[in-house]
């Protein structure tokens, strides 16, 4: 298998993915920090659900993220932080861009 098949997850990559996922009327709205901050808080609602512990890993088949619920977290607390005040919709475009990155990468086969 070469490296190009091979799962590597590149956060600097992820966040260049996310950046050109963004449709036109968010470029330039969110910072690299922005999105780095935002999907640490994707990652931290996974860990908190369960769904990134070894078992999970076994019946990938059964998870099932409610985005509204992942948007909403992301939201609360980037507010509770101080991050800043974002809309559900800007935090959905992040998340799927965040998925269809790993999508790329084939994190999820």
């Known amino acids: 298998m070469s490296t190009k098949d091979e799962f590597m997850y590149d956060e600097d990559d992820s966040v260049k993915f996310i950046q050109n996922y963004l449709p036109q009327e968010l470029k330039g709205k969110f910072s690299d920090d922005d999105i780095n901050y935002i999907v640490d808080l994707i990652y931290d609602f996974y860990d908190a659900k369960g769904y ?3 078992e999970s890993d076994e ?6 993220i409610d985005e509204d619920e992942l ?3 992301v939201i609360k607390n980037a507010q509770k932080d101080e991050v800043g005040k974002f ?3 800007e935090i959905t475009f992040i998340v799927q861009g965040e998925l269809e990155y790993c999508d790329s990468i084939n994190m999820f086969d």
């Open 71 to 73: 948007v909403q977290y």
């Open 87 to 89: 809309e559900a919709e």
């Open 59 to 64: 019946d990938e088949s059964d998870i099932e």
């Open 52 to 54: 990134l512990t070894d």
